[in-house]
């Protein structure tokens, strides 16, 4: 027992040691918090929005009827509209759109809800949209027919034959945003795991400070241990942060549990921080380190999902990425953090990640050098 203590005491020693540089050193703290949390905030503003479409227009009335101000006051008063103020003209806002600031223009125009010959109002709403947004004005004039029919009912009620029943699923989906930021996790842990060691270890051994650690009784497992024991604690503080930072400003709905997050997250850090000690291990300065290291995290951030969707890409390039090491990081994430699956169920993940680590750690023993 005494004897495990002994190997085990330079091991916590070293970490505390480490951890402790990390909170006086500003651009680590930058690296470790504050880049993945911009990341962050960056695709968060991009797909963090899941309310309804919009369309913004011009909405000029001609008409004085009591029917034309009821249609005016139901486009300004949706959602789905939002009415430019400032346009009074035809010319203005042919040139807003040809900005591409203006989705369309809305005229109703003189006449319109007055009643004819028949007795009963007519008109016709004219929507005026720029040829390089046809497919939007095609989607606009249908809420606008919406808008008409509903109109048409009230005027001439009339009993439709056939209908459609819409009733929403009991529970709630994943938002974009929501399955974006496994993605984004997967990033954080990727550049902390391999950015990190292959940037400092090569400048350690060009200040020659692993040459001095050699001469000490530390071992290169215990040396590895205390690194990842270190770099565990900083992937926690990384992750926390963006956890923290996505339920407050985006609503990220987590389903899992806590636990099986956490120790799902530290096997994921773990793993990837052994590509980049072996990386860092092997390189004897920077300009050996950096090429190699964007070699080997580049095609992984783009092929395993961290930007967008695998399934967008080819079959046999998404069979290719399933044996990428962050694969299964991201793919597990997800269905922890965001369809609430366990650690049983995502085993699949779980064992290539172990297998993935095996291999990283071997590769890292063979090819570490002190100098």
Same mark, same amino acid.
């Given at each position: 027992?005494?004897?495990?203590?002994?190997?085990?005491?330079?091991?916590?020693?070293?970490?505390?040691?480490?951890?402790?540089?990390?909170?006086?050193?500003?651009?680590?703290?930058?690296?470790?918090?504050?880049? +993945?949390?911009?990341?962050?905030?960056?695709?968060?503003?991009?797909?963090?929005?899941?309310?309804?479409?919009?369309?913004?227009? $011009?909405?000029?009335?001609?008409?004085?009827?009591? @029917?034309?101000?009821?249609?005016?006051?139901?486009?300004?008063?949706?959602?789905?509209?939002?009415?430019?103020?400032?346009?009074?003209?035809?010319?203005?806002?042919?040139?807003?759109?040809?900005?591409?600031?203006?989705?369309?223009?809305?005229?109703?125009? #003189?006449?319109?809800?007055? %009643?004819?010959?028949?007795?009963?109002?007519?008109?016709?709403?004219?929507?005026?949209?720029?040829?390089? =947004?046809?497919?939007? $004005?095609?989607?606009?004039?249908?809420?606008?027919?919406?808008?008409?029919? #509903?109109?048409?009912?009230?005027?001439?009620?009339?009993?439709?034959?056939?209908?459609?029943?819409?009733?929403?699923?009991?529970?709630?989906?994943?938002?974009?945003?929501?399955?974006?930021?496994?993605?984004?996790?997967?990033?954080?842990?990727?550049?902390?795991?391999?950015?990190?060691?292959?940037? &400092?270890?090569? /400048?350690?051994?060009?200040?020659?400070?692993?040459?001095?650690?050699?001469?000490? +009784?530390?071992?290169?497992?215990?040396?590895?241990?205390? !690194?990842?024991?270190? =770099?565990?604690?900083?992937?926690?503080?990384?992750?926390? &942060? *963006?956890?923290? $930072?996505? *339920?407050?400003?985006?609503?990220?709905? %987590?389903?899992? !549990?806590?636990?099986?997050?956490? $120790?799902?997250?530290?096997?994921?850090?773990?793993?990837?921080?052994? @590509?980049?000690?072996?990386?860092?291990?092997?390189?004897? =300065?920077?300009?050996?380190?950096?090429?190699?290291?964007?070699?080997?995290?580049?095609?992984?951030?783009?092929?395993?999902?961290?930007?967008?969707? /695998?399934?967008?890409?080819?079959?046999?390039?998404?069979?290719?990425?399933?044996?990428? +090491?962050?694969?299964?990081?991201?793919?597990?994430?997800?269905?922890?953090?965001?369809?609430?699956?366990?650690?049983?169920?995502?085993?699949?993940?779980?064992?290539?990640?172990?297998?993935?680590?095996?291999?990283?750690?071997?590769?890292?023993?063979?090819?570490?050098?002190? #100098?």
């Amino acid at each position: 027992m005494k004897g495990l203590i002994r190997q085990l005491r330079p091991i916590i020693t070293y970490a505390r040691i480490d951890v402790k540089k990390l909170f006086r050193d500003k651009v680590a703290i930058f690296f470790t918090i504050v880049f +993945p949390l911009i990341f962050l905030f960056v695709f968060g503003g991009l797909f963090g929005n899941d309310s309804n479409v919009s369309f913004k227009v $011009a909405l000029q009335n001609n008409s004085s009827s009591d @029917i034309a101000k009821q249609v005016e006051q139901s486009v300004r008063n949706s959602a789905l509209f939002e009415v430019d103020a400032s346009i009074s003209s035809k010319e203005q806002a042919t040139e807003k759109m040809s900005q591409g600031v203006l989705d369309a223009s809305i005229t109703i125009p #003189e006449g319109f809800g007055d %009643v004819d010959s028949s007795g009963l109002p007519g008109g016709t709403l004219e929507v005026f949209f720029d040829q390089s =947004n046809a497919t939007g $004005a095609q989607t606009l004039a249908s809420v606008l027919d919406g808008v008409i029919q #509903e109109l048409n009912a009230s005027v001439v009620p009339v009993k439709q034959p056939f209908g459609v029943s819409v009733e929403a699923s009991s529970e709630k989906g994943l938002t974009q945003f929501d399955y974006t930021f496994s993605g984004l996790l997967g990033f954080a842990i990727l550049s902390l795991g391999i950015f990190g060691p292959t940037s &400092a270890y090569p /400048r350690l051994k060009q200040r020659g400070v692993l040459r001095r650690y050699r001469t000490t +009784p530390i071992k290169v497992w215990q040396y590895f241990l205390a !690194n990842v024991v270190s =770099n565990s604690v900083y992937g926690l503080i990384s992750v926390g &942060a *963006m956890f923290a $930072a996505a *339920m407050v400003f985006f609503d990220l709905n %987590v389903k899992g !549990n806590i636990l099986a997050i956490i $120790a799902f997250i530290l096997l994921s850090t773990i793993v990837l921080f052994g @590509i980049g000690l072996a990386v860092g291990g092997w390189a004897k =300065n920077e300009n050996q380190a950096a090429p190699l290291a964007n070699l080997l995290a580049f095609p992984m951030m783009f092929l395993s999902g961290s930007f967008f969707p /695998r399934f967008l890409m080819p079959d046999w390039l998404q069979k290719i990425s399933d044996f990428l +090491p962050l694969t299964p990081v991201i793919d597990g994430a997800r269905l922890l953090v965001t369809e609430g699956k366990t650690l049983v169920d995502i085993a699949p993940q779980i064992g290539l990640l172990a297998v993935w680590g095996v291999i990283v750690y071997l590769i890292a023993f063979r090819v570490f050098r002190w #100098e």
